[in-house]
């Protein structure tokens, strides 16, 4: 639970300097500051990819996975969800209603609907791994600075949403660890940091992979370890 505590105060303190800022941080260093945590992430994801045992399991779970996810629309849901509360939320601003409405929803889907989120807390709550949620806290921090500059005190709100979406996930994942092998909770980090190195690509703009369409691949070696 410490890289979510961490993550948490990130996004706080993030936010705190933005509303100071008021007129935001120029776009040439927060594109740098971003690049480089793309380039982190990408390491990261690679350093987790060769915690895997068998090959067979991971390239299963990435391509089975890419395919339900493909056939589900998760990425396209989300997307539209996320369309769906912003719009929400700019109607309830101009009406005058729930000012920080529009702030606290788009902090929520930034800092908690990806990847990076459920692969960083799984490996939280499996091994006691804090490595990605570290790496995410920093990425949060330069976001929620940008962010809330714009958007006011709602995006500092929505750390409370971060502690708990994220803290449930790790706390979920904590209390499987016990009936998980060390050889499926390898196969699931590596299938994960696979995604994570996509992530990665995509925030250095080299690639624009539909990373949440993956994320079944995460769970899949729960049953391909079974059969190989």
Known sequence: M????????????????G?????GIPERVANTLMKGVGLCTV????????????????????????????????DDGLNRFSVFLEKKAQKLSKKGELSLARGFISGSLLFCVGAMTVVGSLNAGLTDDNEMLYTKSILDLISSCVLSATLGVGVML??????VF????????SFAAPYLSAS????????????IVGLGLNLLDLTKIKVADYLPAIFLPILFCLFL
């Open 2 to 17: 410490i890289g979510v505590l961490v993550n948490t105060l990130t996004v706080l303190l993030g936010s705190g300097v």
């Open 19 to 23: 509303l100071l800022l008021k007129k």
């Open 43 to 74: 390491c990261i994801g690679f350093a987790g990819v060769i915690k895997g045992e068998n090959t067979l399991v991971m390239i299963l779970s990435v391509a089975v996975g890419g395919l339900l996810g493909c056939l589900l629309h998760i």
């Open 158 to 163: 929505s750390a409370v949403f971060v502690l």
């Open 166 to 173: 994220q803290g449930a996930i790790a706390l979920a994942a």
């Open 184 to 195: 499926v909770i390898a196969e699931m980090t590596c299938a994960g940091s696979v995604l």
